[in-house]
């Protein structure tokens, strides 16, 4: 008998925001996975720290952050591996994902390399963009209303065209894009919030025309919504 | 000192779904609030059942659900007056919201009522889309795609206009809109599942081209990812 691989959402940051359903799975884990970027301490394992049991195996992820995609592929590869060698021996894996694991979440490479071979299950977590609406005290969409998540690597031309047929909008990932992102809002006459590390201790809440750099963090997204 | 209202996000259904921070607030609370549709029962009040209390105070707010928008806006003005009262003494009420509070909640009502008087704290949970997706086994939305949520209240032409620009799409709220919405998908040559009453056990996962019904149930959401 296989295991099961639990890829397992913990939310923006906050501890308080995992699920009780994470708890129960962290807590009784025998063996955690993770990812740890460039070989630091993996984000989602101190998220989860107070529901980490006593004693566990890890099997901690090292990945390569490049512009490059083949050295990431390759670490997804290996990771892969070294899970269904667990799984293989008949025990469970958890695999921590910050936010929710197919929102955006790195874990769907780790689903597509290990879903038709092993069974994997999913718990969803709470997304930045909710947790960011909470803090700001700012509905992200209601009613009738269209909703956009839009990545901000794509063209100033495509985030334009979006922008005009949405009322409210997540641009996610802004880091190096954001001074195409601002020029784009500005044009529209669209006034928006940036919201860096959201629900952690490092959270930044700034409007967008008031950010003097040309690059934010990574994790930062910035909500529009018309009035 | 007034107290505070807390909007707190329960999820799609499953009790586990809440956060440890739900979790506390509701089991902690002097004072429950929630929706009754038609004077039924609430639904929220059975998710958060688990967590409940020993003893607490309820404000059930009773909410006609009919195509008119005037008695549901004078069901949150006499609801937010009760809520008044009870802050107003310094006591904190606790309202329960399934989903999240901010992604096409109720709350909002409740919310732009209260928050210019009174102290308003929002609390995400998890939304409908993220645990459909994790049931469905299937990814929202990765790397640089652009993720759409689309009410199903919108034209034809428009609904078609903004899936031709989307890699993923989630159409909410489809109940009597099902036949519009299955023209459009099939014009379009798109594959969809529709997801009702998803993490309950009242779930149903269909895919859209083999549901002969005109209507679905309100809370039925139509996932669309483009190969």
Known sequence: MSGTLYGVGIGPGDPELLTVKAWRLISGA??????????????????????LPDTYKTIAIDMPMRMEREPAMAAYD????????????????VFLCEGDPFFYGSF?????????????????????????????????????????VLPATMSAEQLSAELKTAK??????V???FTKVKAVLAELGLSATA?????????????????????LPYFTTILVRRK
């Open 108 to 148: 769907m490479y780790l689903f597509e390399r290990l879903h038709k071979t092993h069974k994997v299950l999913v718990v969803p977590g709470i997304t930045s963009i909710t947790a960011i609406a909470a803090e700001l005290g700012q509905p992200l969409a209601e009613r009738d209303e269209v909703l956009k």
């Open 78 to 93: 290996e990771g892969a591996t070294r899970i269904a060698t667990v799984l293989n021996t008949g025990k469970d894996v």
């Open 30 to 51: 025998e063996v955690i996975a993770y990812l740890c970027a460039n070989g630091s301490q993996s984000m989602a394992l101190e998220i989860s720290r107070p529901f």
């Open 195 to 215: 919201v860096s590390h959201a629900t952690t201790d490092k959270q930044t809440i700034t409007q967008v025309d008031e950010i003097a750099e040309d690059t």
């Open 175 to 177: 880091g190096r894009h």
């Open 168 to 173: 409210s909008a997540a641009i996610i990932k």
